[in-house]
């Protein structure tokens, strides 16, 4: 199949001529999700267009598109012909004017831009979206991009956005109780949020900025968890932050590093297997905080359910599928 991705274009640092690419060069969940999809969609035979992402690596079988505005987006699109296209970008990149079957997958909280033919990271995401029906595919993960590492280091592991909705202060709260450091790793755009995590745990937090490549994936492998603490409030648009799909969770999982997560939107959903879920809200005792660290499943077990709930070959299948439906005229909501 000819398949055309949208992913909403953002600059990258402060040169005006950088985008973020796919795979993202630091933090990137869209970016990373496209990326893995796009591994698996390659395999199985595709021919992708990647619209929104300038820059990106060259790869057989991709058309890197230049194309960031709209109208641009449009002509790269009527000139590939393609048979599906794929938005990622909740309709912000999308040209309204095509006319090809289009399926969108929504990596945002509430209700879509587009909600015809979507497609959904999760049963709580799509239920806070007003949707039942419409498809829920997991996030997919390619385990050859993440190397596996049996023997940890004794610190915990927090990889993601710096803000309150992402569970960070929580996550240090746990790794006080436990006794271990927190690396804290990722973009903090809310400053005081930042300054107020290292102030009140002076000695758990390590912060080390923002990480991509090597770094990125030796971080989460020698972890000895992944801390997913998300809540349900603080989060970048007001109202409820129910966590959509959880891109860390699969990348944890995969390098056989488990996941210590709370109990907010699709955690529950995809926790189980490969980590352990705790209420929002409940304060950590020494003694909770060591029952969760011996109660976590093996290295072993972690990456092959990743594997066989993820891997990129199932979560491409599925988006085929998917891919099929919209291409035979079916619309869903
Ligand atoms: N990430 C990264 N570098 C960082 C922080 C995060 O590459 O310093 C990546 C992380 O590995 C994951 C993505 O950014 O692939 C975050 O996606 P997630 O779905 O967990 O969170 P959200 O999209 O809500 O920010």
Redesign the pocket.
């Known amino acids: 199949m000819k398949v055309a991705m949208v992913i909403p274009p953002y600059r990258y640092g402060a040169d005006p001529s950088q985008w973020i690419t796919v795979p ?1 060069q ?5 970016q ?1 999700v496209v990326a893995t999809l796009m591994d698996g969609l390659l395999e199985a035979g595709c021919q992708i267009l990647l619209l929104g992402a300038p820059g990106s690596p060259v790869q057989a079988g991709v058309t890197v598109s230049a194309a960031v505005e709209t109208a641009e987006i449009h002509a790269a699109i009527e000139a590939f012909a393609p048979d599906i296209v794929h938005d990622h970008s909740n309709a912000a990149a999308l040209p309204p004017d095509v006319l090809r079957p289009t399926v969108s997958t929504h ?1 945002l909280n509430g209700v879509p831009e587009r909600q015809i033919n979507g497609i959904y990271l999760s049963c709580a995401q799509r239920t806070a979206a007003g949707s039942v029906s419409a498809p829920v595919i997991r ?1 997919p993960v390619n385990p050859s991009r993440y190397p596996f590492q049996e023997a940890k280091d004794d610190y915990l592991l927090f ?3 710096v803000s309150a909705h992402k569970g960070v202060r929580e996550a240090a709260a746990f790794a006080r109780a436990a006794g271990l450091p927190l690396t804290v ?3 903090a755009w809310e400053k005081d949020y930042l300054d107020a995590l290292l102030a009140d745990f002076p000695h758990t937090v390590r912060y080390v900025g ?3 490549g090597g770094t ?1 994936t030796r971080l989460i492998a020698r972890a000895r968890a992944q801390l997913v603490l998300s809540q349900p409030w603080g989060g970048p648009f007001g109202g409820r932050w129910i966590e ?5 969770v699969s ?1 944890a999982a995969a390098s056989g590093t488990p996941v210590i997560a709370s109990d907010n939107g699709c955690l529950p959903e995809i926790v189980p297997g490969v980590g352990t879920v705790l209420p929002v809200g409940q304060n950590i005792t020494l003694g909770d905080a060591k029952r969760v660290l011996a109660s976590l499943p093996t290295a072993q077990a972690v990456r092959e359910t990743a594997v066989d709930r993820w891997g990129h070959h199932t979560i491409a299948r599925q988006y085929l599928a998917v891919y099929k439906r919209a291409v035979s005229g079916k619309v869903w909501t």
Do not use: M, N, S
């Open positions: 993202p630091g933090y990137g969940g869209i990373w990596h996030l990889l993601g956005r790793a990722g973009p923002e990480v991509g990125r959509p799909g959880a891109t860390v990348e």
